[in-house]
């Protein structure tokens, strides 16, 4: 028996330096910007990723005031704090962000479409 017990491989997990690297929202320092397609033409654009010290509520007066359009922050278990706008305002939000001096240009993934 001792000879079988030494050839039996212990267990290897191939996913524990990647989780090791990705354990939490925003370890990359990246703000993800994503559109949602809702019913017919309506669609949700979502802003995730950006520091805590932020004040989101004030973030998103502005972009309200700035687009015209309704918006929301919504409390993710996962992701942490999430901005929701209603429309496709992708393009608008990353030059906003930039322009504002909230994030680097380089920082900002656009997703969708």
Request: hydrophobic share 30%; charged share 25%; proline share 3%.
């Amino acid at each position: 028996m001792s000879e079988l017990d030494s050839q039996i491989p212990t267990a290897f997990d191939p996913f524990a330096e990647a989780n090791a690297e990705d354990s939490g929202a925003g370890t990359k320092e990246y703000v993800h910007v994503r559109v949602q397609q809702r019913n017919g033409r309506k669609s949700l654009t979502t802003v995730q990723g950006l520091k805590k010290e932020y004040s989101y509520n004030k973030i998103l007066k502005d972009l309200k005031k700035e687009f015209c359009c309704n918006g929301t922050v919504v409390q993710d278990p996962e992701l942490g704090q999430v901005i929701q706008l209603q429309g496709d305002q992708r393009k608008n939000v990353s030059t906003f962000l930039v322009q504002a001096g909230i994030v680097k240009k380089e920082h900002i993934k656009i997703h969708g479409f």
